[in-house]
């Protein structure tokens, strides 16, 4: 198994200019998050889907757009990028049946936008 | 939004040191994580703590929930290089049940 898979693993844009990152775990699990990482900020709720169909905003939702695509891909846009959304983005996926809800993390998607 | 703090902010020790880091909150949980967070990584979990005054050891890693489950710490003992990261706690669940907030974190460094 893969876990949660994130592409790419870098990425640099230009202020204004669109891109997509993507995501998709293969555990079957039902909920997925997008969190965006800065310095001495800890992880922030971009985005969540708690499950196939339903998405929810999070703590810093502005500039952002998510689409749950199917179970397993949760994707997050920036239509036109700021140089404040220079931050590392994390996606995450658990099954809130299951234990105690642990979250299985992606790599990271490095982005600056300049 | 459950507000969690996590103390100190940044940590910088020798090899074979015992430390004690914190998460502190007003609000009480049902069960609290424990994550770390190794450079260039994701977030991995390392202990779900469940019952007020529970201590829970992971190798040289002791987890403690308070009485009142509105605190958590995590003591490491003869750290070594590899716990170097990021130790990040948050609540299980929030009220809706779904999303978790994270604290800022602690920032651990262990020089050889």
């Known amino acids: 198994n893969a876990g949660v898979t994130q592409t790419p693993k870098f990425q640099v844009l230009k202020t204004g200019q669109s891109m997509t990152l993507q995501c998709a775990q293969d555990?079957?699990?039902?909920?997925m998050y997008w969190y965006r990482q800065d310095p001495g900020m800890g992880l922030r709720l971009i985005y969540y889907s708690a499950s196939e169909g339903t998405t929810d905003k999070g703590e810093v939702p502005n500039g952002y757009n998510v689409s749950r695509l199917n179970k397993r891909e949760f994707s997050l846009r920036l239509e036109s990028a700021a140089p404040s959304q220079t931050s590392v983005y994390f996606c995450a996926s658990s099954e809130p049946g299951q234990g105690f809800h642990e979250q299985f993390f992606g790599p990271g998607t490095r982005l600056t936008v300049l | 939004t459950q507000l969690l703090e996590q103390s100190p902010q940044f940590l910088s020790i020798q090899e074979g040191e015992n430390l004690t880091v914190y998460c502190n909150s007003s609000s009480v949980f049902s069960s609290l994580q424990w994550y770390r967070q190794e450079p260039g990584e994701g977030p991995v979990l390392l202990v779900t703590?469940?019952?007020?005054?529970e201590v829970k050891k992971l190798k040289r890693l002791t987890f403690q929930f308070g009485d009142a489950r509105k605190d958590s710490s995590l003591h490491i003992t003869a750290a070594q290089p590899g716990d170097t990261g990021l130790y990040l706690c948050?609540?299980?669940?929030?009220?809706?049940?779904?999303?978790?907030?994270f604290g800022a974190g602690t920032i651990l460094r262990v020089k050889s």
């Open positions: 948050a609540p299980s669940r929030d009220e809706y049940g779904n999303k978790l907030v």
């Open positions: 555990m079957n699990h039902n909920s």
């Open positions: 703590v469940v019952t007020g005054g």
